[in-house]
């Protein structure tokens, strides 16, 4: 697929400082760092941003429990968030905290201009405020607020937003798609909140005359369907009615404006000129995703940053905040007259033991907890000797020569592979890995936008089919056959051995090996279909078909059998039957190179495919194909537009060492108890 590069600006929500970071937050950070890793290799100018939300009275009682003053609790918190994020190798670009200096000003200056183009208006209110989840909700004294807590009754004198303003023209884009929500179940669900709840209609119909004068119709009316076209036309135009699904008209029920300030909170932005007034704690958050980038700065720098990354391309988030992201935020942008974000990505639950992750329950999994479980199995690479060569730069080059017959028998020193004892992992390494892990887990095993289990049985189980028989095996078995059969003496003493290693496979049609075009097309095809899989964002199909191509490969390697035929060799050697020079055992190392260069350029596009999601693994295995520094390669823009063919001939292995060991059972006992 071809992909013109571009800017991609993409953020997390910022995440509250009120309590630790669990995996559910891991989860939106490892999908969005794979975006981001994505969008680099294909050469965009890729922004991604990440931050914590820290203001608003949750925070100042969280704090206050803790017996710390609100800034020193959330600078805590924030800096667990970041140490997290750097430990998991989460390449952001930025971390916004809503306490940065820059950021309050940008909240003041947005809410300034606002106030001056009369999108903001003071009044009272009076209303049930759930202090859990920061807002106010619809019900009598005491309900019961969605934090499950009762409300407290508040009544405030407050800044209101006009979100009513926008109502219509919000649908517009929705519609329209400009602003771009998914998954659909997503955005049918932002579409029925702005177009008003059908069930509540009243039943009221109006009648012509009365339709034609109203300046706007009460809320909840199904306006008649015999009305002439025209005045309907008017009235659609004005935004008074609305066209429901079933192709039915009627009148939504009214946004309510909602209130942008609390007397009642002091932990927060203050508004200016009004400073009793803290900002709501929502439309500061909201305000994190331009002022990280420059919004509201007078260094023209900043503004540069800001005109060039703004519209952010995409606002990833879990499926509990769509209604602040694609109701709220862009009728704010719509307000400032600033463009809306080009698109908004719900994903669903992680659940644990079949409920929603929080606190109250106390079913929380801890993202460390498998980092530490998981970087006990890394398996450091070995200190590579000087001699441990696959072919030195003279026998490539020689190899080069196409007959492969004017080589003269060359010896080769030969050493193990692992020639060092390995060291002790760095902490780092063993963390990157287990990172790995965990980000492969998810967006395999959870289809992304529906909620998922998880369970650290079902994180075992697939990292031992998938990743340790699966992709680690393959890796393993055909590295290691490249070595013994270039550690053979028969091999390394034949010439058209050493000529062909990788190399007769590239352009000798004539010499097929079993199930090589097989192999070949379904690579292809996989590189075709994950690109458009991971484009929007199916990650889940997206890796299963990769392993549908490790399948294929590992079969075509077990079907070719390479190790028999090395046996053959071996055998003959021994028994000192061997002709070097006969065509035969030419045809046998023919084939042993095809079977081979198959697997292992198979090999390479896999890995260069999983790159984003597993980066730290894949440079293992990259390096061990001796393609070097896979960062580099995905900055040179060697991982987009795969091709069969790329593993050039000649290329020397790097030292090996597994990659994916298996996990022992008792790893689930050791997370469980953690
Ligand atoms: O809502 N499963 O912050 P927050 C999946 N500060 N994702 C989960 C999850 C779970 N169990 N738990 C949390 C806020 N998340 C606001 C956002 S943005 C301007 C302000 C992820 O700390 C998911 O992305 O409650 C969810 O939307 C986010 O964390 C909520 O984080």
Redesign the pocket.
Known sequence: MSHNTKKFYLT?????VNARP?I??A??TIAADVIARRHRLLGDDTFFLTGT?EHGQKVERSAAAAGLSPQQFTDQVSASFRALWDRMGITYDDYIRTTDPHHKSAVQKLFQLLRDRDAIYLSTYTGQYSVGEEMFVEGPPGTIGPDGRPTETVTEENYFFRLSAYQRQLIDLIESNQLEIQPEVRRNEVLSFLRGDLNAVTGRVYDEAQFADAQHPPSGTIVPSNLPANPLEIAYERGWVLKSASEKYYVPGALKDFSLSRTSVSWGVPVPGDEKHTIYV?FD??I??ISAIGYGSDDPEQQKKFEHYWPADLH??????IR??CVYWPAVLLAAGLPLPKAITA?????FEES??SKSRGNIVRTETILDAFGTLYTPPPVLAQNDVILSEAQSAKSKDPEGLNTTTTSRTFSPQISAAPTAPAKAEQDLFAADVLRYFLLREIPFGQDGSFSFDALVQRYNSDLANGYGNLVSRTLNLIVQYFSSASVMGSPRGIATYLRLSEDNAEIVAPFDPEVKSQAEQTVRIFDSLVEGNDFSRALETVWALVAATDLFVTKSAPWKTLREIANAEASGTIDLLSHEHGEQLKTLDRILYVSAESIRIITALLYPVMPHSTAKVWAQLGLGDIEEAASKGELKNLQWGGLKPGTKLGPLSPIFPRAPKELIQLMTDM
């Open positions: 997390t929500p910022i995440y509250y669990h559910g937050h989860y939106t939300d929502w958050a909201l994190n995703y990833l988030v879990g499926k509990e905040i602040f992201h994903h669903g639950w992680l659940l929603k992750m």
